[in-house]
């Protein structure tokens, strides 16, 4: 359990707790299990009375699971995908500076995370990488937020990390020109100097560089800590807590500097993700990008891989395993077109990926998206057929034939009607404005057609050769303006055509407006019964992936995906497709 949910506790004791390596709760306990521990936190707001009560409101906290917000288990499981992905590393988080990453050795994310994983394997951390254990508790709490879903990032935390971003040079009341100057010796932010200061070898090595001595440095960086900062923006905020998977690529194809700078050349977009995308949109600019930065088909590859990654909660990792799944998944539009249900069963579609859980989302949401990508492999359209010439011969037919052609033309002809309501009744339920003002189309039907048709006839036949007869048949003229032309006639008969259309009230599972609930969170059991009570038939795929030790039941399963959003009317002839899977209980840091 996160600190910042114990209740009762004010910003500013928990901004010092965070300073002093604590994180959760166990954290807390740990820290206050004896007296002589306690004093080492003792200071002017920690007093030993309020780590007393602290104490006792995290004992409270974490014996009974009942009071711990549910929020707290709320991880964002696809970030965290990308965050534990080996590929991901220190130096790949935004804003990251290059001084820590190179202090870190470039360390993996999932590697510092669990080497972080209490207050002595902090602590552990920093003295290894001669860094301060307050650089070390800033960085963990900024992979948290990365972590979090976007309605839980809490502002404490957000403060509590800024000053890892923020450069001396954006400070007012410090030098510029020794800012400039420690700068140039890889000293960029607040954070990064105060780090230098803690360790003496790293504080004599600086001065040497720089010939600044230590109270001149320490007076840089008490100016720049007294400095009051301005708020940052919701637009700063959103970009200094988003990684752009640009980089990840880049590894995944070992691509060196000299190849990156080859496909950015001539291009002074911003290098990100976005931008990648909208310069590799068509055939011909991504063949002039490869032949530039001599990449064959990595670069081919390298463009599916960005495409895909447009299709939301899309992950680097599940991207490049699809792009390489052997199913020509070269695009979102490939991708929209893969099906996954045949004959109401759930069909294998992980293709090497994490489980078919995970695909299936992505593919509902490609058939919603138009990406533009141009794909290599995408046969062109076919082109149609010029209409023949229509040859027309004589009027006379045989009269089984005009009957089967009048009965076709009748049964055509009702079926357009049906069509037509049919399509009308679609556009209705999908305007929720004309479904909720009660408008329906006209059903009509054709119950009596009368057809009276002038015509000459004869009666024929044929003796075959072998003596034999063949049947007789009757076969017609009709009598119309070409028969007269012809035939010199000059009868006047006319054909008449006669047809009533009687309006019939609709079948009721047509018109019967069925709103999908939301079902996001609920278990197997609620949703079923839900759709139950408004009459709905889905299809419901339950993919557990248990992980070890798991024990399935329904409470332990919930609803991530709805093909239908909550709200909408389900479409005459549209299949509802729901996901569950187990109950996610994420132990928070």
């Not at 080497?115 to 394997?121: D, H, I, P």
């Not at 949401?365 to 062109?380: C, H, L, Q, Y």
């Not at 556009?427 to 059903?443: C, F, H, K, M, V």
């Not at 009533?500 to 999908?516: G, L, S, Y």
Request: glycine share 4%.
């Amino acid at each position: 359990m996160k600190i910042t949910k114990l209740p009762g506790v004010d910003d500013e004791i928990l901004l010092e707790l965070l300073s002093n390596s604590i994180h959760t709760g166990q954290d807390l306990l740990e820290y206050t299990s004896s007296e002589e521990l306690m004093k080492t936190l003792e200071n002017e707001l920690l007093t030993l009375e309020e780590l007393r009560r602290l104490r006792e409101i995290a004992w409270e906290m974490e014996c009974d699971d009942e009071k711990i917000p549910k929020s707290i288990d709320s991880i964002n499981p696809d970030l965290r995908n990308m965050l534990y992905s080996i590929q991901l590393n220190t130096g790949d988080l935004p804003g990251f500076s290059k001084y820590l990453s190179k202090e870190l050795l470039e360390m993996p994310i999932r590697y510092f995370r669990d080497a972080c994983s209490n207050v002595l394997s902090r602590r552990g951390m920093a003295e290894i990488y001669e860094l301060s254990e307050k650089t070390i508790n800033k960085l963990l709490v900024y992979i948290d937020l990365l972590e979090t879903y976007e309605e839980d990032r809490e502002k404490l935390y957000i403060d509590f990390t800024r000053s890892l971003f923020i450069e001396l040079e954006s400070i007012a009341d410090v030098d510029t020109n020794r800012a400039l100057k420690l700068r140039e010796k890889s000293v960029h932010t607040i954070d990064e100097l105060e780090d230098i200061l803690s360790s003496e070898t790293k504080q004599i090595e600086l001065t040497k560089q720089t010939g600044y001595s230590k109270v001149i440095l320490t007076n840089i960086l008490k100016k720049a800590s007294d400095a009051e900062l301005l708020p940052e923006t919701p637009e700063e905020i959103k970009t200094r807590l988003s990684i752009d998977p640009l980089r990840i690529i880049y590894r995944y194809l070992s691509l060196d500097n000299d190849k990156i700078e080859e496909i950015w050349k001539n291009n002074a977009s911003p290098r990100t993700l976005k931008a990648f995308q909208e310069m590799t949109q068509t055939v011909k600019a991504r063949e002039e990008i490869a032949k530039r930065a001599a990449m064959g088909g990595n670069l081919e590859v390298m463009a599916t891989v960005a495409d895909l990654l447009s299709i939301p909660a899309m992950t680097p990792w599940d991207a490049w395993s699809l792009c390489y799944s052997g199913k020509d998944i070269d695009s979102v539009k490939s991708l929209a077109k893969i099906e996954f249900i045949c004959d109401g069963i759930i069909q294998d579609v992980s293709f090497g990926t994490a489980s078919t859980s995970r695909i299936i989302p992505y593919i509902i949401a490609a058939r919603k998206m138009d990406t533009g990508f141009e794909s290599r492999f995408t046969p062109p359209d076919p082109v149609k057929p010029t209409p023949k010439e229509t040859i027309q011969e004589g009027g006379r037919i045989s009269l089984s034939e005009m009957l089967t052609q009048l009965g076709k033309g009748i049964g055509q002809a009702q079926r357009e009607l049906d069509l037509n309501a049919l399509e009308m009744q679609k556009e209705i339920l999908a305007n929720r404005d004309l479904s909720e003002y009660g408008l329906q189309p006209t059903w009509f039907t054709m119950p009596e057609i009368d057809f009276s048709l002038k015509m000459e006839y004869d009666v024929t036949g044929a003796r075959m050769e072998e003596g034999t007869l063949e049947p007789r048949h009757v076969d017609i003229t009709p009598m119309n303006a070409k028969y007269k032309i012809v035939s010199g006639t000059s009868i006047k008969e006319e054909s008449s055509l006669t047809i009533k259309f009687v309006p019939v009230p609709p079948i009721e599972a047509f018109v019967q407006r069925r709103e999908v609930p939301d079902m996001i969170g609920m278990t197997v059991e609620e949703t079923e019964m839900v759709l139950a009570e408004r009459g709905i038939k889905a299809i419901l795929y339950t993919a557990l992936n248990l992980p070890f030790g798991f024990t399935a039941s329904d409470d332990k399963t919930e609803v991530t995906h709805q093909s239908i959003e909550p709200g909408e009317y389900l479409g005459i002839g549209e299949r509802l497709f729901v996901l569950a899977t187990y109950r996610k209980r994420v132990q928070s840091a």
